[in-house]
């Protein structure tokens, strides 16, 4: 499990750096409150990363975990 940072945080939308090592599309927890996001976009070791839950209170130098799979539905 790769361990980033957070760098900025607009809205829904954070950057994180230390990421080099995940996927387009994995899916994230945000902080110790574990939100849940997914990589829309990687540039390097920095990652662009929606996320699907409320992130008042986020910011900068707060973890982000990868989870190294993708969001997935069983049916």
Do not use: W
């Not at 939308?13 to 997914?38: F, H, R, T, W």
């Not at 990363?49 to 986020?58: P, R």
């Amino acid at each position: 499990m790769e361990v980033g940072k957070i760098v900025k945080v607009s809205g829904p939308l954070i950057i994180a750096e230390g990421m080099a090592n995940s996927k387009m599309y994995d899916v994230v927890q945000v902080s110790e409150k574990k939100l849940i996001g997914e990589i829309i976009e990687l540039r390097g070791d920095r990652a662009s990363i929606q996320v699907y839950e409320e992130t008042s209170g986020l910011g900068p130098g707060e973890n982000v975990y990868s989870t190294d799979a993708p969001l997935s539905v069983e049916l």
